[in-house]
């Protein structure tokens, strides 16, 4: 009896749960005590009862912590690409407990039994493992629990439906081929295990870098912690400590890297629709962009484009000359992207099979016999992107895209999507020589897909930027491509759900995002497909995209007035383009997105995570974009702290207060920041037409400080990575009340000969100085949107409001200069 007992304590003990009766038979099994430490520079090894643990520090900011049941693997992973650094931390340790410290945060691991607290250097708990619970397993699924914080929000996740704040629900991670999917749906097409919590002035980001399913639970059906686990693998995350939101996603991309600055034309307007065909078909509609005078860039093939939907092949009847109609295509302006999808059709003779068998780079079942699955051409073997073989044949298969002059390419299906959605779990991978199992290589399929896509374009494409757009992802998805949230629905719900997506998306590292504009499944109203398109106008990638049974949902299908508000956001945002640029230049400078949910620079502000407000976001720094829905005739913006001018109108507004005011159709609510800059150019119907020389940069007068990066290259290559951009730091200083251009930086020089400055906000009489001396300043009549023509029920609201600014116009010699006021 009395061996017995000793035997159910020692197994409590060695669980770390709590001595309760119900403890002794559960098949959780905690990590137990900490029985050995190590010390190794940085980082500190750990013994349990039960694991192995490892704890190490990337930087003041970023603690990783790693645990098995068996001792840890040699580290591996897809997503990061950086090691620890060299920052200062001190390690030390007592019979109770390991602290390691930062300059940044203090790290306390617990040892009877192993828990970690993270805690800032003047000792608030900032994350801590929930008590008695910690991290455990059951068979090979391992969970970590942390303790709920009282009001605690989160926020991020990548690309989860539902609300901003996702608190009170869970997730799993699972990337899902998911056609029209409900605004609640989970999981969809893309893993990013990264979130952000907020609680009591302090905010943190946890990335759990494991490629297995994996669960996230934000207090769904449970109130005492949030927590994250996977069905197999190592717990595996990184602790990231900032004062700023903005902070945690820049050190969260310097784990992950970065996005390289797009091709200047993916920022202009895409048509595209499942499938524009023949090749006269495309024509017509490049003509009627130019005729109708809708500026845009390019022109996208749905699967149609492929001899029976095979990969790298041409349905030559419909396109009998590929290289002439690109070529013909460029001559307007415009781009070709092509849709490609994984899936090699299992046919004899044909060329691309053929090549892949030969060159054994398919995924295989254990007895060695390559996967079949189906999908659009039939049966299919799919490529091993998880293996340096695999990608480098897909490289040689790409390039003949880049032969015929296609510029874009578009991973699709790569979840794996396969009809019946089952892939079998004893598909091996080769996971980088290191053999994986579907359930571990699942979720990163798709990065490493869009990987082989970008690196062989890129090489095809000798040194101009390929453009390549995914579906599915994992974590570092930015440093290769851009991503789109698939079959979307034309619903109301569903434009605004995007705008969440967008926003989420943006706080998890990924700035170049987009959504199918209109709605893949089902027809949009007229009221709908326009307010859509205004927002597309203030989304990264702004692609219009439907379904193959929809009606036409090009601009000039919706009627006239459709029509004439469509092409003023999307002339909008063509003048827009240097202020999207230089915002394009942040995200590949610190990770900071373009669409910045307010959780971001509002983070503690409690309206950011009221779902009245959760759609509600800034376009790069400056704009603040409300999304109503269409049929709202009044809606409440929340304005964040600061003033805010009404963009079209000019009037400012204080922040922190809900402001009610009168939608409508015909004008996007958007906002403008005070003390924002924000360059602009002449329209252009592409970019490949030369805007006017004069960059007109809009000044708003505020009380708080600014800065914008404003920055050029040659849109196409990579020589900017060589000191080919030109480049200038505008600083609007509130307290000296002047704004201060700095001298150019780098070896090109600027497109624009003039700077026209626009100052809003500042009243008459307000004495302007350049440079100290009195400057000659003009008033003139600025509009951001032309009148609409047709009708409007009210006849009131039918034309542009406009409103007068104080304009001089200075040669842009690259020197320094100072504006004051
Ligand atoms: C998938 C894609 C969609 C595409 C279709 C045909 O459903 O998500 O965008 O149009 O396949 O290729």
Redesign the pocket.
Known sequence: MKTLFKTWAASLLAMGVATSALAQSTPVKGAGNVTNTKVNGQQINITTQNAFAEVAVYSPSVIRVRMDKQPLAADFSFAVITKPGSAKANISQDDNQVTISTDSLRTVINKKPFAVTFYTTDGQIINQDEKGLGTSWVNESVTVYKHMQDGEHFVGLGEKTGNLDRKGSGYTNWNSDT?GYRTDQDPIYSTIPFYIGVHHNLNYGIFFDNTYQSDFNFGASNNRFSSFGARGGEMNYYFIYHKNVADIITSYTALTGRMKMPPLWSLGYQQNR?SYYPETEVFRIAQTLREKKIPADGITL??HYMDKYKVFTWDKTRFPDPAKMTAKLKDMGLKLTL?VDPGVKAEKGYPVYESGLKSDIFIKYPDSTNYTGEVWPGWCHFPDFTAAAGRNWWQTEIKKYADVGVSGIWN??NEISTWGQKMPDNVIFDYEGKKASHMQAHNVYGLEMARASFEGYRSALGNKRPFILT?SGYSGLQRYTAIWT??NRAEDDHMLLGVRLLSSLGLSGVPFTGM?IGG?TGNPTVGLYTRWMQIGAFSPYFRN?T??NTKSAEPWAFGEEALEITRNYINLRYRLLPFLYSSFYEATQNGKPIVRSMAINYTHDPEVYNAKFQNQYEFGNGFLIAPFISTDTYGTVYLPEGNWYNLYSDEMMAGRQQKIMPVSVQKLPVFVKESSIIPMQSLIQSTAEKPTDTLTVHIYKGNRNNTFVYYEDDGESYNYETGSFYKRTITYNAAKKQIVFAKAEGSQSSKFKHITLQMHGFANGTKLSMDGKAANVKTQFVSFLTPVSSFDPQGTTNSAEGHDVKTMTINNNSNTFTLSY
Do not use: K
């Open positions: 056609f499942y749905d699967i849709i699709d299906m579906r698939g079959d199918d893949f995209h379904g193959v």
